[in-house]
């Protein structure tokens, strides 16, 4: 199996405090774990790529320190959006992918940030 | 960042219908992935290409990876209620060397009706 959880589902936060979200490979050693940011209706975008152990790279456009990521073992990645505005409001989705597997990039079942 | 152009951008069919949709792009890619998103979930992998001129099944559904390297398609043969979802194609450009990060298609909102 491929499985990745995501926590929370959602979380609702109020303006300038800071959010954490999990994300777990439950059944496999994930070595690269990637995070994603999709608005409504809209495709998914990457916003950076985790690698355990290592610094995560972050796509062009996103804040590195208003989007702290950390991967500390190869079943673990964690999202802080530090500070949260209503704009960072959005589904966020991680992604594993296996040691073994080079392309196929598995995904978890999303968590729902709303920033009141 | 850059996006796969996908068409349809929707869909309404019938059920029993068969469905095609595809995704083109400008630059090359190594590898075509298709997902399904429900509402609310994370995307679920369909079929995984590898090879240029590569066809592979998956029950119902059936994707190539183009000639060119630089599109791909998917059908849904019979297609039934529960198939009602988003599809995006998502491939890993040649040009991002050693990096395995996707980019994605623009989306195939698919809507079936009895």
């Known amino acids: 199996g491929a499985v990745v959880s995501q926590h929370p589902s959602r979380v609702i936060c109020k303006s300038g405090t800071s959010v954490k979200i999990e994300c777990r490979s439950l059944?496999?050693?994930?070595?690269?774990m990637f995070w994603y940011r999709q608005f409504p209706k809209q495709s998914l975008m990457l916003m950076a790529t985790?690698?355990?152990?290592?610094?995560?790279?972050?796509e062009q456009g996103v804040e590195k320190d208003k989007f702290l990521i950390n991967h500390a073992s190869l079943t673990l990645s964690t999202l802080t959006v530090t500070s949260a505005h209503p704009e960072d409001s959005s589904f966020y989705i991680c992604?594993?992918?296996?040691?073994?597997?080079?392309?196929?990039?598995?995904f978890g079942p999303g968590t729902r940030l709303t920033v009141l | 960042g850059q996006q796969l152009n996908q068409s349809p951008q929707s869909m309404f069919i019938q059920e029993g219908e068969d469905v095609s949709m595809n995704c083109t792009s400008s630059?090359?890619?190594?590898?075509w992935l298709w997902y399904k998103q429900d509402p609310g979930e994370g995307p679920v992998l369909l079929i995984a290409?590898?090879?240029?001129?590569e066809l592979t099944s998956n029950g119902r559904l059936t994707a190539q990876f183009g000639i060119t390297r630089k599109d791909s398609f998917l059908n849904i043969s019979a297609s039934i209620p529960s198939d009602v979802g988003i599809y995006f194609c998502?491939?890993?450009?040649?040009?991002?060397?050693?990096?395995?990060?996707?980019?994605f298609g623009t989306g195939t909102r698919l809507q079936v009706t009895l």
């Open positions: 992604s594993g992918q296996k040691t073994a597997s080079f392309n196929e990039q598995f």
């Open positions: 059944d496999f050693q994930a070595t690269t």
């Open positions: 985790s690698n355990e152990g290592s610094k995560a790279t972050y």
């Open positions: 630059s090359i890619f190594n590898t």
């Open positions: 290409l590898y090879k240029a001129g």
């Open positions: 998502a491939g890993r450009r040649v040009d991002t060397g050693t990096a395995s990060k996707l980019t």
